[in-house]
Antibody, heavy 121, light 113 residues
Framework: EVQLVQSGAEVKKPGESLKISCKGS????????IAWVRQMPGKGLEWMGI????????TYSPSFQGQVTISVDKSINTAYLQWSSLKGSDTAIYYC??????????????WGQGTLVTVSS | QSVLTQPPSVSGAPGQRVTISCTGS???????????VHWYQQVPGTAPKLLIY???NRPSGVPDRFSGSKSGTSASLAITGLQAEDEADYYC???????????FGGGTKLTVL
């Protein structure tokens, strides 16, 4: 059974750093893109960026380039999303997502359960 | 402003048919083969669920009341025989060659009257 299990909810202060995780199981982790998707309170889905675990090739949405870092540890089938200095506007639910597709990322049949990040002084 | 444009809301009575549009451009939906449209259903407080993939394919377990289509730079999701449980947010998704990344529509809230 394919599963993406994310780390738990976080409460942080502005300016703090944070790294959240997404552990994949039940499939060949190295062979499928993993993306991160933001959902701010009451808002829609925003695609942040993607990593291909096999070669760590990473692409960011222009809106998130320079704001976050996506990485992967193939040895433990885990992808990460990190911030060096959080802002209040980073308060959101963050989902990891396993993209299907060969030439380009396609549909997402499997999602993590979401990680709520709250940034408040 | 999302790259893919959806109506903010649609509504319908139980048993009726509703459609949700998703309008893109020549760099995403209209870019040709491989630039498929996928649709997701999200009930508040839960992760999105894949509803339609590859423009018009339903994953196992999705009722055939849900169907998708694509033409030119637009796509549509149709829901027939509306049920109360269909009340949710719906998102379209594609790939954009100019951005070299995935794009979502802004989402459409479906209300079952």
């Amino acid at each position: 059974e394919v599963q993406l299990v994310q780390s738990g909810a976080e409460v942080k202060k502005p300016g703090e750093s944070l790294k959240i995780s997404c552990k994949g199981s039940g499939y060949s982790f190295n062979s499928y893109w993993i993306a991160w998707v933001r959902q701010m309170p009451g808002k829609g889905l925003e695609w942040m960026g993607i990593i291909y675990p096999g070669d760590s090739d990473t692409t960011y949405s222009p809106s998130f380039q320079g704001q976050v870092t996506i990485s992967v540890d193939k040895s433990i089938n885990t992808a990460y999303l990190q911030w060096s200095s959080l802002k209040g506007s980073d308060t959101a639910i963050y989902y990891c997502a396993k993209h299907e597709g060969i030439a380009v990322p396609g549909e997402v049949a499997y999602w993590g359960q979401g990680t709520l990040v709250t940034v408040s002084s | 402003q999302s790259v893919l444009t959806q109506p903010p809301s649609v509504s319908g009575a139980p048993g009726q048919r509703v459609t949700i549009s998703c309008t893109g451009s020549s760099s995403n939906i209209g870019a040709g083969y491989g630039y498929d449209v996928h649709w997701y259903q999200q009930v508040p407080g839960t992760a999105p669920k894949l509803l339609i993939y590859g423009n018009n394919n339903r994953p196992s377990g999705v009722p055939d009341r849900f169907s998708g289509s694509k033409s030119g730079t637009s796509a549509s999701l149709a829901i027939t025989g509306l049920q109360a449980e269909d009340e949710a947010d719906y998102y379209c998704q594609s790939y954009d060659s100019s951005l070299s990344g995935v794009v979502f529509g802004g989402g459409t809230k479906l209300t079952v009257l």
